[in-house]
């Protein structure tokens, strides 16, 4: 379990440099649009496996 804190950093670090490299390819709303489809995607997902258990 010691790995996990590293996994999350180089995630997290990772984010900045791809962001980077996709602001140029595509516009600012495009990505945000994206970000919150796939927010709502597993928040949903989430909450039809817990309705399930229930």
Do not use: D, V
């Not at 490299?21 to 997902?45: D, E, N, V």
């Amino acid at each position: 379990m010691l790995f996990l804190p590293f996994m999350l950093f180089a995630m997290w670090s990772s984010c900045f440099a791809i962001g980077k490299m996709a602001i140029f390819s595509s516009t600012p709303l495009f990505f945000t649009a994206i970000r919150m489809l796939l927010a709502s995607t597993l928040i949903l997902g989430f909450m039809l496996l817990k309705k399930k258990s229930q």
